[in-house]
């Protein structure tokens, strides 16, 4: 039999040299409500239209501007109990 079928050599072999530790990045940009910019969001997504008029980088023109509130736009209220048949009525059914 052969030596090296039994015994195997680790996998992972730590480097040589000490790692140096991870520096942190830069902190995020913020915008003018004071909400954080994501750092990896393309420039071309936080700039905004020249037609707005801002000087900074924001997410203000990529939300929906013209969300109305939600309630309103219920027109029934979802899972209320309402009349349910219990006798069967001639012309219920069309069938």
């Not at 992972?12 to 750092?39: F, R």
């Not at 501007?65 to 009525?89: H, I, L, P, S």
Request: contains cysteine; positive net charge; aromatic residues 10%.
């Amino acid at each position: 039999m052969r030596a090296c079928a039994r015994t195997r050599a680790p996998t992972h072999v730590s480097p040589p040299y000490p790692t140096p530790p991870l520096t942190p990045a830069a902190p995020a940009a913020l915008d003018e409500d004071g909400k954080e910019i994501n750092p990896h969001i393309p420039q071309y997504m936080t700039s905004a239209p020249w037609y707005l008029n801002t000087d900074k980088p924001t997410l203000k023109h990529q939300r929906n501007w013209n969300a109305k509130e939600q309630d309103d736009m219920r027109w029934y209220d979802r899972g209320a109990k309402v009349f349910q048949a219990t006798k069967w009525r001639k012309g219920a059914c069309e069938k």
